[in-house]
């Protein structure tokens, strides 16, 4: 095994998010999936902006906004992904650096333009995202960093960025350097509609023992494993993979590691605002008690208030000291 540079290096999709509150009716209107994501084209992503309200401009994406929890939380970061030479890439690059998050993948020349998620805000803090992958579509196998990849304790892979030809490839590539390397390789299965067109890739994936530890929520738990009955899903995967990890929402989130299941409840939050990013930042915190060594229970207390924090306010990335908010709780637990 060779030195350790990071604790944590992922792959996923280089996205900004653009953000804006809306009620009930303009979600109708527009004929969006109440609190799905929804992946458009160059047109649709044109008419959504042009609905959209007042927005903010966020660097998001789904394992860039686990590693900026990461970061936050002090774990030593890098990230790859792929952005065009453009404002909006610009926009990206810099704030994941700004986290302390090593980036150095080098900006797409061409066409099509950096990507941006849509995402719609109702009052209930549901939100209904509109995914244009553009450039991020693009990273080639070429682009990895296979030395940083052998020199991180996790690699942690992105489901949404499993759709596209080229990232894909750069997946299985990068798996097979973390793997030859003896690091651990976490994956996240992002939403249903990836399994709906992936499942049979992640299954394999799990059998074969390329994943040791597997994130996901309760609807995507059903989905790849066909039982909507929670328990039955559970009982199915966990002996499949080493560490499974799935959040259920208000109802917290249960791991099984080694044959044995531990549990936590949400944390608590005065007001839920906005649920972007919350199956991201749990992932953040949990791997941040993963890679420091601690046990299984304080790593999934450590995801709750990473994710509670971050479904108190607006964005994808972490506003309040997640640091001094996940060391009061675990004191509060001693």
């Known amino acids: 095994m060779s030195t350790t540079q990071f604790d944590v290096i992922a792959i996923g999709n280089a996205i900004v ?126 682009a990895l960093n296979e030395q940083a990849i052998a020199a991180a304790k996790v690699l942690y892979l992105e489901g949404y960025l499993w759709d596209p030809e080229e990232p894909r490839a750069a997946m299985r590539r990068a798996i097979a350097a973390a793997k030859n390397a003896g690091r651990k390789v976490a994956f996240t299965l992002s939403d249903p509609f990836v399994i709906e067109r992936h499942g049979a890739d992640f299954r394999a994936m799990i059998e074969t023992g390329d994943v040791d530890i597997l994130f996901a929520n309760h609807v995507e738990l059903a989905a790849l494993t066909g039982h909507d009955d929670f328990e039955t899903g559970l009982a199915e995967l966990a002996p499949m993979v080493p560490v499974l990890v799935v959040t259920r929402g208000e109802h917290g989130a249960v791991a099984v590691a080694g044959g044995q299941r531990s549990e936590v409840p949400a944390e608590p939050v005065a007001q839920v605002v906005d649920t972007t990013g919350a199956g991201d930042l749990f992932a953040a915190g949990f791997l941040h008690g993963h890679v420091t060594g601690r046990p299984i229970i304080e ?34 637990a001693d």
């Open 299 to 332: 790593c999934l207390t450590m995801g709750a208030v990473a994710a509670a924090e971050i479904i108190s306010h607006y964005g994808a990335r972490p506003e309040a000291d997640l640091k001094a908010l996940v060391k009061s709780r675990l004191d509060r």
């Open 17 to 142: 998010d653009v953000m804006a509150p809306c009620d009930d009716t303009l979600i109708e209107r527009l004929g969006m999936t109440r609190g799905g994501m929804t992946l458009v084209d160059t047109a649709r992503a044109h008419e959504l902006y042009d609905a959209m309200g007042p927005a903010r401009e966020i660097s998001g994406g789904s394992a860039a906004n686990t590693l900026a929890g990461l970061a936050a939380l002090g774990a030593s970061c890098a990230f790859i992904g792929q952005v065009a030479d453009d404002q909006l890439g610009e926009v990206f690059a810099h704030d994941i650096r700004a986290g302390g998050i090593a980036f150095d993948t080098p900006a797409r020349a061409d066409e099509p333009p950096t990507a941006r998620c849509l995402i719609f805000v109702t009052p209930d803090g549901q939100r209904t995202m509109n995914t244009f992958l553009g450039a991020s579509q693009f990273l080639p196998p070429a």
